[in-house]
């Protein structure tokens, strides 16, 4: 579907969804309950609105992706041969002609770890699978390394300017306070299955399957990484830190706010359920505000629509035009299928410039590995990806808790 058509037919189910919703607050008002034809128009109108979403990113990630470039690329032909070998290694276990490009390559098409790195357009196709499944790679500075690990030395504060006279004596002010951290990749497996008789198939697309079947798997690995991983042998995620209230922030740690209710948005003596939402917003400094994002799962995001203000004005809006994100208080949301839903003790919403806030290295590329013994009658393919993670700025992420 045209992107256009698409934005209207979002917008067009909002404004049908707030009908819904304005008759079911005002059946609330009057009566204390709320018909179920009501509940349910407004509900599924709700589940149309993220489908329509979620489509809306899909069709815009595809149309976003870049143009071959029009120079050409002096190692084509090499890139080429090893498209083809890598094609005949998977149909027919030909490691013979991928050996001889390691040589030609110096190396760089083999995995220092053993098995063969996919080719370029292998490994890019899973990247794009991967991003959706969870939000924070998209959101967040990806590096690539060559090593073990990445190590960076980050600002904790400290540094202090002060006034001087024109011809005044100039003292030392306090230096920065320094962090190093170290950012580890840790292994992602993945055993897609097939048979022979499939691989003998010259119809079949194998690079679009493999990474179908790999690029899933990984990006609902460490998407749920990226968010709650302890950052043993894979990414530490955001929801891992230790969390503290926001008036008690420390470096190392994630500020909170509170929701103002034990298992939600607090709703009573005239609160309004966006005033937790506010309060978070400007928990963060104004400097990462600027490019902060919203980071709910879609049931949140769902209860987070039917929001209004003190003047009855929805805060969440769909996008305006193609290429712009939903938005909620004026910032984008994103959403992530990792985050938790709206419960005791949990944090559903996460608040930040996640680019600055949160740090993603991937080593290498994708690796692979044929096996047709292990499982008689069968091929496996051992493949590998490496990525680690971790918070990188403490500052640049906020997050709300249920809690009175």
């Known amino acids: 579907m045209d992107p256009k058509e698409m934005i209207e037919k979002l917008n067009k189910a909002f404004e049908e969804f707030k009908k819904a919703n304005d008759e079911r607050i005002g059946q609330l008002a009057s009566k204390g309950s709320v018909d179920t034809l009501v509940e349910q128009k407004v509900n599924a109108l709700n589940g149309e609105i993220s489908k329509l979403s979620t489509q809306l990113k899909d069709v815009e990630k595809l149309a976003a992706r870049p143009a071959p470039a029009a120079n050409a690329d002096p190692l084509a032909e090499v890139k080429l041969e090893h498209k083809n070998a890598f094609g005949n290694m998977m149909r027919k276990g030909d490691v013979g002609t991928l050996r ?124 749920a990484a990226f968010v709650s991983g302890d950052g043993v042998n894979k990414p530490r995620g955001i929801l891992s830190y230790t969390m503290v209230a926001n008036s008690s922030y420390a470096w190392g740690k994630i500020g909170f706010v509170k929701t103002g209710a034990a298992a939600g948005f607090d709703t009573g003596d005239g609160k309004f359920p966006l005033d937790a939402l506010i309060d978070l917003t400007y928990a963060l400094k104004r400097g990462y505000r600027q490019n902060a994002t919203f980071l709910m799962n879609d049931l949140t995001q769902g209860q987070v629509r039917k929001f209004k203000d003190q003047n009855g004005q929805y805060l969440w809006q769909p996008p305006a035009q193609v290429g712009q994100p939903a938005l909620l208080l004026g910032k984008p949301v994103e959403t992530d299928d990792f985050m938790p839903d709206i419960g005791a003790d949990q944090f559903p919403v996460a608040f930040g410039d996640f680019r600055r806030g949160y740090q993603i290295v991937d080593r290498a590329g994708v690796a692979v590995i044929r096996d047709n013994v292990t499982m008689p009658g069968f091929v496996k393919f051992l493949t590998t990806k490496r990525t680690g993670g971790g918070v990188q700025n403490f500052e640049a992420i906020k997050v709300l808790k249920c809690s009175t």
Not at 106 to 118: E, Q, R, T, Y
Not at 144 to 173: C, D, L, P, Q, R
């Open 100 to 223: 001889e490009l390691e040589k030609k390559s110096m190396s760089s098409f083999s995995d220092p770890d053993g098995g063969f790195l996919v080719p370029e357009e292998i490994n890019l196709a899973v990247t794009r699978i991967q991003q959706n499944y969870g939000a924070i790679r998209s959101l967040a500075q990806v590096t690539k390394i060559g090593g073990n690990s990445y190590k960076k030395f980050v600002s904790k504060g400290g540094a202090v300017a002060s006034w001087v006279a024109e011809s005044g004596t100039i003292n030392a002010t306090a230096t920065p306070t320094l962090a190093q951290l170290e950012f580890a990749p840790g292994k992602m497996v993945a055993y897609p299955v097939t048979t022979q008789e499939i691989l003998d198939d010259a119809g079949i697309d194998l690079a679009a399957w493999l990474a179908d079947e790999v690029g899933v798997t990984f990006g609902e690995t460490e998407g």
